[in-house]
Nanobody, 125 residues
Framework: QLRLVESGGGLVQPGGSLRLSCAAS????????IAWFRQAPGKEREGFSC????????NYADSVKGRFTISRDNAKNTVYLQMNSLKPEDTAVYYC??????????????????WGQGTQVTVSS
């Protein structure tokens, strides 16, 4: 079965940290650029970070720049998202998604062929 599986979500206090993982099952993650999306209640799904197929290039939305770091270990078929200095507005379901390209080149959901099931991140005191 070809799928992505996110893990690492949970409840954290403002200012805290979490590390999300996105593991590929049944296919080679190294063939894909990977993006992270999130969807807060009542809002549209938004892409905010992406890493190229080889890991040599990464980009971030302004809302997370300087706080989140995306990385990948293709030998482990896994992409990571280190989230620091978390804020209540980071509360959302977080998804990883794969695009069969070297680079993400945008966050339109239709560009991504594989999606994980999502993991909940809640930032609250």
């Amino acid at each position: 079965q070809l799928r992505l599986v996110e893990s690492g979500g949970g409840l954290v206090q403002p200012g805290g940290s979490l590390r999300l993982s996105c593991a590929a099952s049944g296919f080679t993650l190294a063939d894909y650029a990977i993006a992270w999306f999130r969807q807060a209640p009542g809002k549209e799904r938004e892409g905010f970070s992406c890493i190229s197929r080889t890991g040599g290039s990464a980009n971030y939305a302004d809302s997370v720049k300087g706080r989140f770091t995306i990385s990948r270990d293709n030998a482990k078929n896994t992409v990571y998202l280190q989230m620091n200095s978390l804020k209540p507005e980071d509360t959302a379901v977080y998804y990883c998604a794969a695009r069969f390209m070297d680079y993400c080149s945008g966050y339109a959901p239709s560009l991504y062929v594989k999606w994980g099931q999502g993991t909940q991140v809640t930032v609250s005191s």
